[in-house]
């Protein structure tokens, strides 16, 4: 069992920057790979990044060479730092936990990101 709570989202300009951090409790220690989903009203939820267990990270296209994923171990703790932001990167920004124990997905609630033009 995982919980995770996202926190860090808000209103930035096109250009800036924005911090999402996730903080996981519960069965940390069987939590294998965390990633980042956005969603936008009428669309499928898509994966933005996503980061192993092991340092691995995997970036979806369009946001390569602005986001950058991390996780901080002691800290329970992952993150995307969303740089050189735009307005289609507004959506809300959902934090995952797959477990090591089985097929299980475990999801945060969600945090807003808008960014204005």
């Known amino acids: 069992q995982v919980q995770l709570v996202e926190s860090g989202g808000g209103l930035a300009q096109a250009g800036g920057s924005l911090r999402l951090s996730c903080a996981a409790s519960?069965?940390?220690?069987?939590?294998?790979?965390m990633a980042w989903y956005r969603q936008v009203p009428g669309k499928q939820r898509e994966r933005v990044a996503a980061?192993?267990?092991?340092?691995?990270?995997n970036y979806a296209d369009f946001v390569k060479g602005r986001f950058t994923i991390s996780r901080d171990n002691d800290k329970n703790t992952a993150y995307l730092q969303m740089n050189s932001l735009k307005p289609e990167d507004t959506a809300v920004y959902y934090c995952?936990?797959?477990?090591?124990?089985?097929?299980?997905?475990?999801w945060g609630q969600g945090t807003q990101v808008t960014v204005s033009s």
């Open positions: 995952k936990a797959d477990v090591t124990y089985g097929p299980y997905d475990y």
């Open positions: 519960g069965s940390i220690r069987s939590i294998n790979v």
């Open positions: 980061i192993g267990s092991g340092g691995t990270t």
